[in-house]
């Protein structure tokens, strides 16, 4: 069952007009939340970038947060499957073709589909990646549903074999197609400041907060291209894919080729905090 301006319904009965401005000029914002145990994981967080990006476009959010959280509960329960990914679309609504902003109401979608843990096979041995020039808007702060710069830079990896791209802009690594991207170099664990550049992502924030809690030594800051080549282990993060090792880099080996010590810390640290979210 999925939600549509109002109403939940299969979704081969939802249909929205191709006047949608989400269909016309891809004007929109959307949020993806793991679910683990039918329970949302960080929501607030979640709720509180998709106000950012609301207010981002110039959208007015059409629910507030008990709305939001109401909602999502409802769609957990009419899905199947404790873990859920749980995707919520808002557009400019529907109007007659015009770049300007029309006055009229927002369409509001959300959809929940199984939450599959990352194969064993990836866990193990680790990821590719390859590298691309960023070249994206400056505003990748918002989370945008004009998405095509990062469709085109994602199937590049897929071409080449990798399940990543992670993207450089002016000498520096800002993210990748749909993750954050973290590094180890002499054993500390680097990841770039949030800015305009990059998606602040939630696995990111826990990821650091991990970090912090465990007294692993980390840093925030720029790294270029040449630190990321270099470096002792390259990792990402996103809600659907958790934490990741990257393990090969433009066909080279990251260190030793294997998933790495900081990798294996983290991952399990990962773990024992969802399996806390759980059980509160
Ligand atoms: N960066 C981009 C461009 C993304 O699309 C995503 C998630 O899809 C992320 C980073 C990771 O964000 P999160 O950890 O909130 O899933």
Known sequence: MIFLNGHFMPIEKACISVLDRG?????????????????????MEHLHRLQHSLDGIRLKNPYTNKEWHDLLEQIIAKNKGEDQSVYLHITRGVAKRDHAFPDTPPTVFIMSNPLLPPPQEWLTNGVAAITASDNRWI??????????????????????????????????????????????????????????????????????????????????????????FSAEEVMLTSSTREIMA?????????????????????????????????RA
């Open 139 to 228: 505003r990748c702060d918002i989370k945008s549903i004009s998405l095509l710069p990062n469709v085109l830079l994602r199937q590049i990896a897929v071409d080449a074999g990798a399940i990543e791209t992670i993207l450089i802009r002016d000498g520096f690594l800002t993210e990748g197609s749909a993750s954050n991207i973290f590094v180890v170099r002499d054993q500390v664990l680097l990841t770039p400041p949030k800015s305009h550049l990059m998606l602040p992502g939630i696995t990111y924030d826990v990821t650091l907060e991990l970090a912090a809690a465990s007294n692993t030594i980390h840093e925030v800051r720029e790294i270029t291209e040449n630190e990321l």
């Open 23 to 43: 269909f016309i000029f891809g004007d929109g914002v959307y949020e993806v939340i793991p679910v683990y145990s039918h329970k949302p994981f960080r929501l």
């Open 246 to 278: 990257i393990t090969r880099l433009n066909d080279q080996s990251v260190g030793n080729g294997k998933p790495g010590p900081k990798f294996r810390q983290l991952h399990q640290l990962y773990q024992q905090y969802k399996a806390t979210h759980m």
